[in-house]
């Protein structure tokens, strides 16, 4: 197994073609990926609901931490979201991160619409050698090191299935536990199919009927590839931030 970063973009997209195919919830599907070659003045004629609602931006380049480092652009309309791009495309900085600092050139962005919501989970999804585990907690859109003895691990066996019963009694009290119950069982079965080796949602909410994943990391099995086109589309396996070829 060959585990390789993917843009949240990919892992949204991939995860909103699954979920809304399945039909048990509705997953926000409308994204936008900027790159330096994209025509930002064009975009809502491709886009519509680009001008309709409150937006969400942040650089799609397999860094975590975008909040903490400026580089978070919440609630802004399209044209404040345009000048945003603008003044940072292909331009360089330095971000820190858990594992200290990097320095590299921001050239992608995700554009997304902006949810109000109440409740924020942290949610991931791993995979080790002899089974894979399910982290869970509340208190989601934190960071989650800090507050790790409330998350709640599930783990399922290779080749097992994971039993709607298991969640119910391991994740104890929650607000509306069988809707929770089922989003996790339907990501849970989505990251199996789609060969993805981390999925980590954090926060993730249920806002409006829709499964909105507020900020996603994600790796596949690159050797999954070969059966896996028609699902994954068209897929980049990007180099990490501040990675240059030599």
């Given amino acids: 197994m060959a585990q390789k970063g993917i843009r949240e973009y990919d892992a949204k997209r991939l995860?909103?073609?699954?979920?809304?195919?399945?039909g048990a919830f509705s997953f926000e599907d409308r994204l936008v990926l900027v790159t330096p070659e994209t025509d930002i003045a064009g975009l809502p004629a491709a886009y519509p609901w680009l001008k309709e609602t409150k937006l969400v931006c942040k650089p799609d380049q397999l860094f975590g931490k975008r909040g903490k480092n400026n580089l978070l652009y919440v609630n802004k309309s399209?044209?404040?979201?345009?000048a945003w791009i603008r003044e940072r495309m292909n331009k360089e900085v330095t971000i820190e991160q858990t594992?200290?600092?990097t320095t590299g050139v921001l050239t992608h962005f995700l554009i997304e619409p902006f949810v109000p919501h109440e409740a924020e989970y942290y949610l991931a999804f791993?995979?080790?050698?002899?089974?894979?585990?399910?982290?869970?907690?509340?208190?989601?859109?934190?960071d989650i090191e800090a507050v790790w003895d409330s998350v709640v691990t599930i783990k399922?066996?290779?080749?097992?299935?994971l039993s709607k019963a298991q969640l119910e009694q391991q994740l104890g009290e929650?607000?509306?536990?069988?809707?929770?119950?089922?989003?996790?069982?339907?990501?849970?079965?989505?990251?199996?199919?789609?060969?993805f080796t981390y999925l980590e949602f954090n926060p993730i909410t249920f806002a409006n009927g829709k499964l909105v994943p507020l900020?996603?990391?994600?790796?596949?099995?690159?050797?999954?590839?070969f059966q896996c086109a028609e699902q994954w589309g068209k897929m980049t396996f990007p180099k990490a931030f501040g990675t240059t070829a030599t």
Avoid: M, R, W
Avoid at 215 to 225: E, F, G, P, R, Y
């Fill in 126 to 142: 791993t995979s080790g050698h002899e089974e894979d585990n399910i982290h869970f907690s509340t208190q989601g859109g934190v």
């Fill in 15 to 22: 995860l909103a073609k699954a979920v809304n195919e399945g």
């Fill in 78 to 82: 399209f044209d404040e979201v345009a």
């Fill in 215 to 225: 900020d996603c990391v994600a790796k596949l099995d690159d050797t999954a590839a």
């Fill in 174 to 195: 929650l607000p509306d536990k069988s809707q929770v119950v089922d989003f996790i069982a339907t990501l849970y079965q989505i990251y199996v199919d789609d060969h």
């Fill in 156 to 161: 399922v066996p290779v080749l097992s299935e």
């Fill in 99 to 101: 594992t200290g600092q």
